[in-house]
């Protein structure tokens, strides 16, 4: 399992957007592995937001942010992001990023996970 550090969250106006960044804490790599991005947000489960496959080939996502959000790696950098655009409040939630060694967007098929960073959007 690697460990994982998320930043870039914020508070932002509807509309606005944020790019949140993943990365990996000591000499650990994303190689080999699919990252995704998941958000809770309160009072709610916790659901598949996006994932990006360890070639960066593919990506997923949910329904309900295609077209608005964007999964990208950076191998040479280590780096995984999403970037959010045309942000609503009911992004409002805490992201996760996570990795698994299966190309799959089912939670339970992530070993690896994050803090969480927190996403406030305000109408």
């Known amino acids: 399992q690697v460990q994982l550090v998320e930043s870039g969250g914020g508070l932002v106006q509807a509309g606005g957007s944020l790019r949140l960044s993943c990365a990996p804490s000591?000499?650990?790599?994303?190689?080999?592995?699919?990252m995704g991005w998941f958000r809770q947000a309160p009072g709610k489960e916790r659901e598949f937001v996006a994932a990006?496959?360890?070639?960066?080939?593919?990506?997923y996502y949910a329904d309900s942010v295609k077209g608005r959000f964007t999964a990208s790696r950076d191998s040479a950098k280590n780096m995984v992001y999403l970037q959010m655009n045309s942000l609503k409040p009911e992004d409002t939630a805490l992201y996760y990023c996570?990795?698994?060694?299966?190309?799959?967007?089912?939670?339970?098929?992530?070993?690896?996970w994050g803090r969480g960073t927190q996403v406030t959007v305000s109408s």
């Open positions: 996570a990795a698994t060694s299966f190309g799959s967007v089912a939670e339970y098929d992530y070993g690896s």
């Open positions: 000591g000499r650990r790599t994303f190689s080999g592995y699919t």
């Open positions: 990006i496959t360890w070639s960066g080939d593919t990506t």
